[in-house]
């Protein structure tokens, strides 16, 4: 069965640090997203991406946040310069002709020390 | 933002019983989304409903869009071991339908 792959499964990294978390979607979907989980707490929409761009972003995705998709298979969420509340798990998900059926990955935890 | 309260927020459980839980909103959602969640891992769908009213089953699962449109039910038949996990009530706050919202989630466990 086709699924979503994240990379890596864990990261740990250093404050102020980029950081580059990366997602293979369900290859014949057409929307992709990021989510995030702070443990123990609710999961939580980032960004959404269609058609080459951006199409939805929440309030949490700020200027620290990039998403890109490099090439057929690839994408990608960044972080600038990572604060220690960046700690969290990061799904990534795609949907392919109902957009709101989304698959997620097993997801990517961020520790920022 | 919309809100969605799930309750319980934990349930503990005997194998072999019928479990029932529930989400709320104050705003309507045109569409219901049940996801469980495993530890350490993604939520995985397991059921959509589109129409107020839906009743709509998934092996061992059955779960109602209610009429309102602002609150759905999840219920589980004769829970095994491997229904552990926590359970996410989410609906759609775009008119694309791809932003979700996601509840607190109600944790399941079930004692062998």
């Known amino acids: 069965e086709p699924e979503v792959t994240q990379t890596p499964s864990h990261q740990v990294t250093q404050m102020g640090q980029e950081v580059i978390l990366r997602c293979v979607p369900i290859s014949n979907h057409l929307y992709f997203y990021w989510y995030r989980q702070i443990l123990g707490q609710k999961v939580e929409f980032l960004v959404s991406?269609?058609?080459?761009?951006?199409?939805?972003k929440s309030e949490i995705f700020d200027d620290q946040f990039s998403v890109e998709r490099p090439d057929g298979s690839n994408f990608t969420l960044k972080i600038r310069s990572t604060k220690l509340e960046d700690s969290a798990m990061y799904f990534c998900?795609?949907?392919?002709?109902?957009?709101?059926?989304?698959?997620f990955g097993e997801g990517s935890r961020l520790t920022v020390l | 933002g919309q809100q969605l309260n799930q309750s319980p927020q934990s349930m503990f459980i005997q194998e072999g019983e019928d479990v029932s839980m529930n989400c709320t909103s104050s705003s309507i959602f045109n569409t219901w989304l049940w996801y469980k969640q495993d530890p350490g891992e993604g939520p995985v769908l397991l059921i959509a409903?589109?129409?107020?009213?839906e009743l709509t089953s998934n092996g061992r699962l059955t779960a109602q869009f209610g009429i309102t449109r602002k609150d759905s039910f999840l219920n589980i038949s004769a829970s095994i071991p491997s229904d552990v996990g926590i359970y996410f009530c989410?609906?759609?706050?775009?008119?694309?339908?791809?932003?979700?919202?996601f509840g607190g989630g109600t944790r399941l466990m079930v004692k062998p």
């Open positions: 991406f269609y058609n080459n761009e951006i199409s939805e």
């Open positions: 998900a795609s949907s392919g002709l109902v957009p709101g059926e989304l698959f």
């Open positions: 989410a609906g759609p706050y775009n008119n694309a339908g791809n932003m979700l919202t």
């Open positions: 409903l589109y129409k107020a009213g």
